[in-house]
DNA sequence: CTGTTCAAC
DNA sequence: GTTGAACAG
């Protein structure tokens, strides 16, 4: 043969023998998702996840999420604070990155830049200081929603504030939260993310004595007025997304609670 | 705590 | 790209 044709033939294989490495590669990083998926999944209390509407639920260690790809963003995160999740260390802010276990494609971080909005976490990092990988793991575009600045640093950092001191006063709480991802919403970046119009917070504590639960819709604008004055029932935040929130509870428990907008239970 | 921006390496 | 500091509510 010539060399000409010889030169040919291994440029050829060398160009499918990378093709077949990146294959191998993504199979294998595919692979490890899934199986990290479900070791994930053991460290969630599934018992109180929420149903999904749009059928595509993503286990990370730190937190579950149900991920709505006409929004790109999740309608719901979900994760158990525990008390002992509770910590003070400083870990670094690390850059947002493309949650690859969601299949259609997570959101790119770009749509927020120079969006005018923040970034804001659904699951909080603070709530995940209690080592530097569950902290980092909510720097990812699946748990973030454009949040207004002076909203996100102002009465929604509020209550996130109070679910930490619930945590800590009631040994532990269940958190559901997101956008309500439902009527006219305004779109940014490339790729369209829904601003939500309103915000809601579903949490149920069932360590501290009798199952308690309570909810809050905030419309997507900073607020001086005082938490308690955006308690709603579960049912109503359920009529607005669609969400089902704790499908596995005793179904005579599940709707007592969850019509109840009452706040008695809890100490503000 | 919630974040963004900008300069230097 | 990464890192660190400054800034704002």
């Known amino acids: 043969m010539k060399r000409r044709t010889w030169f040919t033939i291994i440029a050829i294989a060398i160009i499918i023998g990378v093709y077949v490495y990146e294959y191998v590669l993504v199979e294998a990083e595919q692979a490890e998702i899934v199986l990290e998926g479900k070791e994930a999944k053991a460290n969630t209390n599934a018992f109180f996840l929420p149903t999904s ?3 595509q639920i993503i286990h990370h260690n730190g937190y579950s ?21 509770l910590s003070n260390t ?6 947002f990155e493309i949650d690859k276990a969601v299949k259609t494609g997570a959101a790119s971080w ?18 995940r200081r209690y080592t530097k990988a569950a902290h980092d793991e909510t720097f990812l575009t699946s748990n973030i929603s454009p949040q207004d600045h002076q909203f996100n640093a102002g009465i929604w950092n509020t209550l996130e504030q109070k679910v930490r001191y619930w945590a800590r006063k009631y040994n532990g709480v269940f958190v559901v939260t997101g956008g ?6 305004k779109t940014i970046g490339s790729e369209g993310v829904s601003v939500p119009n309103y915000f809601y917070k579903v949490l149920i504590d ?13 419309p997507h604008k900073d607020s001086s ?3 308690y004055e955006f308690v709603v029932s579960v049912d109503e935040v359920e009529a607005l997304t669609g969400i089902d929130f704790f499908p596995e509870l ?4 599940e709707n007592k609670l969850e019509a109840s907008r009452s706040y008695k239970d809890w100490s503000f």
């Open 180 to 185: 309500v991802l439902s009527g006219r919403m």
């Open 110 to 127: 770009r749509n927020y830049k120079n969006s005018g909005y923040d970034r804001g976490h659904l699951c909080p990092a603070a709530d």
């Open 206 to 218: 069932s360590n501290s004595g009798k199952t308690k639960m309570i909810a809050f819709l905030m």
């Open 250 to 253: 005793a179904d005579e428990l």
């Open 53 to 55: 509407t749009t059928n």
């Open 90 to 95: 400083n870990h670094k802010r690390p850059y």
């Open 65 to 85: 999420l149900s991920y709505s790809e006409p929004h790109e963003q999740a309608e719901w995160v979900a994760y158990e604070l525990k008390k002992s999740h």
């Open 225 to 227: 007025k005082p938490l």
